[in-house]
């Protein structure tokens, strides 16, 4: 019998900074060398602003404000064999530079524009970008 497999739920969070978002290139096994902004795994029983601001704090050491928990992609990795429903919550930068807490993961965090992202893209960030979406049309 098959071995019933189920979606991880994965939290991403946009972090605003002016004109610009937060984002890493990831060094991981998952996405390694991808572009990627902070976030992490849902924990049970955690609401989807407390992982925000949990990864987003262990990641990158930032102070930030939530503004909208966005939209969803569905993910399936086929090169890693993982699938991830992904949730994106819309937050503004408050106050600190961002720190590359977890250098393991990250190779660096940086501030760009959204119509001039990096490459490639981590799976879920291509296909926010892809259903036409902008964190600064709300």
Known sequence: MKERRLPKVGVGVIIRKGNKVLFGQRLNAHGHESWSI??????????????????????????????KIGPITNDIFKKEDKHYVTIFVIYDWISGEPQLNEPDRMHRWQWVSWESLPSPLFLPIQHLVDSGF???DL
């Open 134 to 136: 902008s964190p600064f």
């Open 38 to 67: 902070p976030g992490g795994h849902l924990e049970y029983g955690e609401r989807i602003e407390d992982c925000a601001e949990r990864e987003t704090k262990e990641e990158t050491g930032l102070k930030i404000k939530i503004v």
